[in-house]
């Protein structure tokens, strides 16, 4: 297999640099993203350099159309990059009675417009190979929405409307997008938010999915053996219908 170039967003978090250490795994040259955790970006980098596998760190804010894009012009000056995961994304949650404006915009900003603001400058480059991964992290709340998080739950929705229309555009270029829908997975937040009694009654399988487990999905998404598979929203939830 030859050696791809894999960009991830947000990869400083806990499914982001699982994913990231996954695709070093395989193969790929990873380009670990972050912004506000420049620290953690580094350091999953390094960590995986470490493993003996490519990795290298990249800084700058997805929110930022005319910043993203000097700074993936910059990154393609090594050559193009022909898998992308789209991970980054916020919580900033509140009933949409309370919900402030800022609130809305920002959330909205980080995981829909960062998804364009990445991923369009990068598609010519990546068509021109004639092959190419666009794998974006969505959530549940996108698929069913969630109390508090309509903000959230119109950003992950959003996304995949635009993942959807973007497989038709970019299928004939050997270039597949598809959408990762976790439910809950194991992280921080979850331990805070939920106890072992709580995740049991809500979740089928009884407990939390974990961050390798996503980041199994986006690799095999990321592979030549999904090469027909684009247009889709999966779901890793353990089995929340």
């Not at 995949?160 to 598809?178: D, F, M, Q, W, Y």
């Not at 829908?181 to 194991?186: K, S, V």
């Amino acid at each position: 297999m030859t050696q791809k170039r894999a960009l991830v967003t947000g990869a400083s978090g806990v499914i982001g640099s699982a994913i990231a250490e996954r695709l070093a795994e395989d193969g790929h040259a990873v380009i670990v993203h972050g912004y506000r955790h420049r620290e953690s970006a580094e350091s999953v980098s390094e960590k995986i350099r470490a493993a003996g596998r490519s990795a290298s760190s990249v800084v700058f804010d997805i929110t930022d159309g005319k910043a993203a894009r000097r700074a993936v012009e910059s990154l393609l000056q090594e050559g193009p990059i022909q898998i992308i995961v789209n991970n980054a994304g916020l919580h900033d949650d509140a009933p949409m009675a309370g919900m402030t404006g800022e609130q809305w915009t920002r959330v909205i900003d980080l995981s829909l417009n960062g998804f364009f603001n990445v991923t369009q400058p990068l598609l010519l480059p990546m068509i021109g190979t004639r092959w190419g991964r666009i794998v974006s992290i969505s959530s549940l709340a996108g698929v069913m929405g969630n109390r508090g998080q309509t903000n959230y739950a119109a950003a992950k929705a959003g996304l995949h409307g635009a993942s959807k229309s973007l497989a038709v555009e970019v299928a004939s270029r050997g270039i597949t997008v598809n959408v990762v829908a976790p439910g809950l997975i194991e992280s921080p937040s979850v331990t805070e938010s939920f106890t072992p009694e709580q995740i049991a009654a809500m979740v089928p399988m009884k407990r939390a999915g974990t961050p390798e487990e996503v980041a199994a999905l986006v690799s095999f998404l990321a592979s030549e053996q999904a090469g027909y598979v684009t247009g889709q929203v999966i779901g890793i939830n353990g089995g929340i219908a």
